[in-house]
């Protein structure tokens, strides 16, 4: 069955933000196309019915396969379609290839993406988030200076021209997107000290798929 094919009847929810980006970047690079439905997150549509009935954690993006199973987050999001799409391959076609791929996911959205994305919900877009989840507006600095040490530790162990070494993987879609959203809404601006980070992004922003999945990004 083909990778189309195995995707009729499913339905993409996605909106502005980088995790509905990162997703979409991740189906372009594996060629698969998925209908979507956007969802208004600045209007708070995913925290009220229907979606909220559909997605009790009210998280962008949301994938619904046609037997009605919904699966939500966007790293189970992506793993799914590998299964279903193994090539190319994004996590990985061995065991250790996939722990690798993880093992770089999970220090991505730990040292980098928690908390540029508390910092841009608890100062930029507090008016947004203040009166949807709890907030620390104080502590906004400090994360901004966790996210500047996350990067220098990512760029420090770097050993090729992708996070994961000589292949691009989920990581690299994943810190994509999110450096992207923190330059753009000026979260974070690009550290002068860093070298292979930048390097790394420009050839990111290169790929198709880094221009086709910005339509709705921000």
Not at 137 to 150: I, N, Q, Y
Request: some cysteine; aromatic content about 8%; proline content about 8%.
């Amino acid at each position: 069955m083909s990778a189309v094919m195995s995707f009729d009847g499913a339905t993409l929810y996605v909106s502005v933000g980088p995790n509905p980006r990162l997703v979409r970047m991740f189906l372009a690079e594996k060629g698969v196309t998925i209908p979507e439905q956007v969802i208004d997150l600045r209007g708070g549509e995913n925290r009220r019915a229907p979606y909220l009935e559909m997605n009790p954690g009210g998280q962008m993006p949301a994938l619904r396969l046609a037997s009605g199973q919904v699966i939500a987050e966007t790293v189970p999001i992506c793993e799914y379609v590998e299964d279903v799409a193994p090539e190319p391959a994004f996590i990985g076609p061995t065991s250790e290839e996939r722990a690798e791929t993880r093992m770089w996911v999970r220090r991505v959205e730990q040292l980098y993406v928690r908390p540029m994305i508390d910092a841009y919900r608890y100062g930029h877009a507090l008016a947004l988030f203040g009166e949807r989840m709890r907030c620390i507006p104080e502590a906004t600095p400090e994360l901004k200076s966790l996210a500047r040490d996350g990067e220098a530790w990512i760029e420090t162990n770097m050993v090729g021209p992708f996070l994961a070494g000589d292949r691009m993987s989920l990581a690299d879609i994943i810190m994509y997107c999110m450096m992207d959203f923190a330059e753009q809404r000026e979260v974070l601006t690009r550290d002068p000290s860093l070298v292979k980070l930048p390097e790394w992004f420009d050839r990111m922003a290169a790929r198709p798929s880094a221009e086709s999945s910005r339509a709705l990004a921000y």
